[in-house]
């Protein structure tokens, strides 16, 4: 059913961009379903092969809107790490989807440090920890890390996991920015020793042989969101129908891809599409809820390794963008004190997301924000059985207008709390 009749849309040809990615599904399934044409829309999407062209070709208006990391648009309103541009969301693409791969020769002497780390994500990073100061000790060179872009939720969780285990990702490491399709190759020449990145670039490594998986992003947070629709907020002014009607439709695909009989008819799509340039079986296994860890071994199961819709997936939950913001302060991306909670809620738009659910009959939260790091899988047999767990790794929580409070709690932080703290009092 279409809610807005196709002559009110200010704009029918829209053009999006995306990264070869498993979790670009939504985009190819709005599109080559019809979602996209079903509420009167005639969408391109564009292949790009990094963050910062989205970033940018979104803010010049050569892109009417994209597939982002879901802490940069955020970062884009924020001018963390890039130029101040105004950017807003409305729609979470998903949630989970990465891994953190390392080296063959990486991985072998953290297990070797500890059996344990071959289990446990927690036991691998401070394992890491030893083998780094190891390294140091011994005065080679420091070990090198791949993410895809400075203020991407993969640099977050790696260096969340790593501050796990006591290493300090500015001073004991190096960090570098490689676009996902290429982390494979700089893994294989030595590059780097290791990376955290979106399917389906570690299930490549592995299968490969080139690299092990200690960490996926659902074990670092559960649940957490990964992927957004972003626009300019200039553009989402000027086509407030055209807006709605992209969010309707990829609602809509994300429900349908979120149907476990639509996951390897997604993964054909992307393959023979042309969206991803990887085989079948690579890109199908982690859409189908299976993990390939480690090369030569059987794969595990990983139900939850892509949420397209289940758990209020698709809500953008205001506590979220504050967490990226968190983040930000944490590792001296961001050093003059805002209203962290303002800022959110002109990037994250719940209420926009609300009003099109509505109008479509989509069930949603009736509230803006919730405490993170408190569900287990046991407690929702019992309650919010919508929900799905989100613990962190190392146990913490994150409350609902506790954010610097959730800062304190980290020895590793470059965080001003007390300049953060008055600026957050002085704006409410």
């Known amino acids: 059913m279409r809610v807005t009749p196709m002559t009110t849309l200010e704009k029918k040809d829209i053009k999006l961009g995306y990264i070869p990615l498993t979790d670009c599904a939504p985009f190819a399934v709005a599109k080559e379903k019809g ?13 790009e092969h990094s963050w910062a062209s989205i970033r940018d070709k979104v803010g010049l208006g050569v892109l009417d809107g994209a597939q982002m990391l879901a802490s940069m648009p955020v970062a884009a309103r924020l001018g963390a790490a890039g130029p101040r541009l105004d950017m807003v969301t409305g729609f979470v693409l998903d949630l989970n989807g990465n891994a953190i791969t390392l080296s063959n020769r990486l991985y072998d002497a953290v297990v070797a440090t500890d059996p344990d780390a071959e289990f446990s994500p927690l036991a691998a990073t401070q394992a890491l920890n030893l083998v780094i100061k190891a390294n140091t000790q011994n005065k ?15 640099n977050y969780e790696l260096r969340y996991w790593l501050g796990c285990g006591g290493t300090n990702p500015d001073t004991d490491i190096d960090i570098v920015v490689i676009s996902p399709p290429d982390m494979v190759d700089h893994l294989k020449s030595g590059d780097i ?10 299930t490549v490594a592995v299968l490969g042989g080139l690299g092990h998986v200690v960490a996926t992003k659902y074990e670092l947070w559960n649940n957490s969101p990964e992927k957004v629709f972003a626009v300019a907020k200039g553009w989402a002014e000027k086509h407030p129908h055209s807006h709605r009607a992209l969010l309707r439709a ?54 939850d390794f892509h949420v397209f819709n289940r758990y209020c997936a698709n809500f953008p939950w205001l506590n979220q963008a504050e967490w990226f913001i968190a983040e930000m302060y944490r590792w001296g991306q961001l050093k003059n004190p805002v209203s962290i909670s303002a800022i959110a809620e002109q990037v994250y738009l719940p209420e926009l997301y609300r009003e099109v659910a509505i109008e479509i009959g989509v069930p949603c939260p009736a509230i803006n924000r919730k405490t993170e790091g408190n569900l287990t899988p046991q407690m929702l047999q019992n309650f919010a ?34 300049e953060l703290r008055q600026s957050n009092e002085t704006h409410g």
């Not at 020793?193 to 570690?202: A, K, L, Q, R, T």
């Not at 962190?392 to 207008?401: A, E, P, Q, T």
Request: net charge negative; charged share 20%.
């Open 385 to 418: 059985p919508h929900m799905g767990p989100n613990q962190f790794l190392d146990g913490k929580r994150f409350d609902v207008g506790k954010v610097l409070s959730y800062l304190e709690q980290h020895d590793l932080s470059h965080a001003n709390i007390v």
């Open 35 to 47: 979602f996209f044409e079903e509420q009167g829309l005639n969408v391109s999407l564009s292949r």
């Open 140 to 154: 080679r060179p420091k070990f090198r890390f791949g993410v895809v872009f400075p203020v991407s939720t993969q």
């Open 193 to 202: 020793d290791g990376y955290c990145v979106g399917e389906p670039w570690n």
């Open 250 to 303: 990829l609602m809509k695909a994300c429900a349908w891809l979120d149907q476990p009989e639509n996951r390897l008819v997604t993964a054909e799509l992307l393959t023979a599409r042309g969206y991803i340039d990887q085989d079948l079986e690579t890109v199908a296994m982690s859409l189908c809820g299976i993990s390939q860890r480690h090369p030569g071994r059987a794969p595990e199961d990983a139900p």
